[in-house]
């Protein structure tokens, strides 16, 4: 591991700075690729009738899309939601930390014409849209506002608490926040791992999964605007770091985009960890032949140009990250016109433990103006 590891650090990219071996990133490096191996292991590969299927969908998909002006023009598939106006509220308890649930009808229909749209829509549980708060009790106050969008495979109240240090921006911050449960995850999922319906080979239903992301992201944004914050911004992990690009390249006014250990390009991400047969086999099949990248220019942060200030935008990436790759990362910061940027000695989940990540994220939002004096 030591050798393959120092090859890929060796190939300095620009943007990226030289990585040093150390016994802690390759502890780091070994826990990403135990993941790793659970994640695409033989027993997830496809079948041979996945790839006539999801060759015959990207296809079509890419057609309606081109018909509709949108791998032109990617910015305008996206329909802006109604606003947020009166959500159910429940109440709950984890990690010591009382929180507030919120939910409420998604309302998200795929476009016309797009092949899976019926499959998509028939997920019922994913049809209930649904973000967990934490919010001071002084609510009459008028406070920054962080809305936080989660990694593949998480969306629980106890993993995300932990994934964003929620209470520590909660409390020592006094920040309000606002994490939001994506589509086909955590009460929402549609099997009974989290989000595997959502990220996997069968792209078109990932073109669904972050388009309905996206719509309700921005539909908690409307709920979070109409609570009068002093400043409202975005922070994502993983695939919420895709997902904050997305939105922010939607939304002109977010005082913050953060995007942590970011994927920005998904059919690239197969590509690069698909094992060498399977790969051939889905550019045979016109899947990653170019099909899906095409199809997925709708929902690829480095396909639309960003909207929130420049000065808003931050990227923290490990230099060892093996699932979402440190390329992905430098690849958004370069599109972002290369914003705030923090490398840290670890690997992808090695963010959690990382102290030059969470200072980082902590400058941010301080230089940014999201801190308040807690109750």
Not at 54 to 76: F, H, I, K, M, S
Not at 93 to 103: K, S
Not at 144 to 157: A, E, K, L, R
Not at 221 to 250: N, Y
């Amino acid at each position: 591991m030591v050798d393959e590891v120092r090859s890929r650090a060796d190939d300095v990219l620009p943007g990226r700075p030289e990585t040093r071996i150390t016994p802690g990133l390759l502890g780091h490096v070994a826990l990403d690729e135990s993941i790793m191996a659970m994640a695409v292991g033989p027993n997830r590969y496809p079948r041979r009738d996945d790839y006539v299927r999801v060759g015959r969908e990207l296809t079509e998909a890419r057609a309606v899309l081109d018909a509709g002006g949108w791998l032109d023009d990617p910015a305008a598939y996206h329909r802006a939601p109604p606003a947020l106006e009166e959500p159910v509220r429940t109440t709950g308890w984890a990690l010591g930390t009382g929180y507030e649930r919120l939910w409420w009808p998604s309302g998200f229909v795929p476009r016309e014409g797009l092949p899976g749209a019926d499959r998509w829509s028939a997920f019922e549980a994913n049809r209930t849209a649904s973000a967990w708060l934490l919010r001071h009790p002084d609510r009459d106050r008028p406070r920054p506002w962080v809305v936080c969008i989660h990694g593949f495979g998480t969306g629980s109240v106890f993993m995300d608490l932990l994934g964003f240090r929620a209470a520590h921006l909660h409390r020592a911050l006094g920040v309000n926040v606002a994490a939001i449960v994506l589509p086909a995850h955590g009460a929402r999922r549609t099997s009974r791992i989290s989000g595997e319906d959502f990220l996997g080979f069968d792209l078109v239903n990932s073109l669904h999964g972050l388009t309905q992301a996206v719509w309700d992201v921005r539909r908690l944004l409307t709920w979070v605007r109409a609570q009068s914050p002093t400043r409202v911004g975005v922070f994502g992990v993983s695939l919420g770091g895709m997902l904050t690009a997305l939105v922010a390249a939607l939304e002109d006014d977010l005082d913050l985009a953060l995007a942590g250990i970011p994927m920005a390009d998904f059919p690239d991400l197969i590509r690069h960890h698909s094992p060498h047969h399977l790969h051939l086999r889905a550019i045979e099949h016109h899947i990653l032949d170019g099909t899906a990248q095409d199809v997925h220019r709708v929902v690829s942060p480095l396909c639309l140009p960003p909207a929130a200030p420049v000065e808003s935008r931050a990227v923290f990436a490990g230099l060892g990250d093996r699932l979402a790759t440190a390329d992905q990362a430098r690849r958004l910061w370069d599109h972002w016109e290369r914003p705030e940027m923090c490398w840290f000695p670890g690997s992808h989940v090695g963010y959690l433990w990382s102290d030059k990540a969470w200072r980082f994220v902590d400058d941010r939002l301080a230089a940014r103006g999201f801190v308040a004096d807690a109750p």
